[in-house]
C-alpha cells in the first residue's frame, strides 16, 4: 500500500478514483448542485406533496406522502408510516397497481414496494406536475 499511498503507483477503480469521475463529480457538486438550486428542487417536490396530498385528500384515500428533501413516496396505508411494522401494513397490491399504471402513462419508478421518486435540478415544475397528473387519474380510475 505504501506503493499507492506514496504516489509511486497509481490506483484507479471504475469510478472512485478515476480522475475524470472525480473532477465531473466535483463540478456537479460545486457548479451543478448549488444551496440554492437544492433549495429550488426541493421546493419543487414539496409543490409536488401538496398536490398529491391534495388528491389524497379530496378522494378520502387510505394513503399518505412522505418528503425527504427532494425525494418522496406515496404510501398506501390508513396511518402514516412511523416505523418498520407501519410499513408492512401497506397495501402493496394498491402500491404495485399504481406503480403499473404509472409504467402505461410514462411514469417510470424503480420498482418496489412503493412508489419512491427524487426530483433532480434537472426536473422542472412540469415534471414534478405531470406526476401528479398521472396519480390522479390512478386515483380516477381506481375511485370510479
Not at 414496494?113 to 415544475?125: N, P, R
Amino acid at each position: 500500500m505504501d506503493e499507492i499511498t506514496e504516489g509511486r503507483v497509481v490506483h484507479l477503480g471504475t469510478y472512485n478514483g478515476n480522475p475524470l469521475c472525480m473532477a465531473a463529480a466535483r463540478a456537479v457538486l460545486g457548479e451543478i448542485c448549488t444551496h440554492d438550486e437544492t433549495q429550488a428542487t426541493i421546493a419543487r417536490n414539496a409543490a409536488l406533496i401538496a398536490e398529491l396530498d391534495s388528491i389524497i385528500d379530496g378522494a378520502g384515500l387510505p394513503a399518505h406522502t412522505v418528503q425527504f428533501g427532494a425525494k418522496g413516496c406515496v404510501t398506501w396505508a390508513e396511518e402514516p408510516i412511523r416505523n418498520y411494522r407501519d410499513y408492512k401494513a401497506t397495501d402493496f397490491d394498491l402500491a404495485f397497481a399504481q406503480w403499473i399504471h404509472g409504467i402505461n402513462r410514462g411514469i417510470l419508478l424503480p420498482p418496489g414496494l412503493d412508489e419512491q421518486w427524487l426530483i433532480s435540478v434537472m426536473h422542472e415544475e412540469r415534471d414534478a406536475m405531470r406526476y401528479a397528473e398521472v396519480f390522479a387519474s390512478f386515483v380516477d380510475d381506481l375511485t370510479a
